[in-house]
């Protein structure tokens, strides 16, 4: 069992940058590919960014290409997101994910992942 805890949300003005974290504890060396996902009020969940573990190959939705940034330090079990020129339609409950299965083009896809956080609010607002 993998437990994720995410921190680093809240607040941030148009334009403005926030930096997520989450930490992974319990069976985190199953760990293949971590994510970031997020779900905005009356929407479903989507895709963010995702990185392989081992080999750091990334990949990010359209939406955010540019903007964001996700890493991980392997040693601390922290994956990260550094969210920069933020828009109001980045607003949403950001949630970290990990899955024990290789890095695929499912990599995107939430029902693959097996372990998720609590989320962390990121609101953007003027």
């Known amino acids: 069992q993998v437990q994720l805890v995410e921190s680093g949300g809240g607040l941030a003005q148009i334009g403005g940058s926030l930096r997520l974290s989450c930490v992974a504890s319990g069976r985190s060396s199953n760990n293949k590919v971590m994510g970031w996902f997020r779900q905005a009020p009356g929407k479903e969940r989507e895709f963010v960014a995702a990185?392989?573990?081992?080999?750091?190959?990334?990949d990010y939705a359209d939406s955010v290409k540019g903007r964001f940034t996700i890493s991980r330090d392997q040693v601390k079990s922290t994956l990260s997101l550094q969210m920069s020129s933020l828009k109001p339609e980045d607003t949403a409950v950001y949630y970290c994910?990990?899955?024990?299965?290789?890095?695929?083009?499912?990599?995107?896809?939430?029902?693959?992942?097996?372990?998720w956080g609590q989320g962390t609010q990121v609101t953007v607002s003027s």
């Open positions: 990185i392989s573990w081992g080999g750091g190959t990334t």
């Open positions: 994910a990990a899955r024990s299965a290789p890095w695929t083009s499912t990599s995107r896809l939430s029902d693959r992942y097996g372990s």
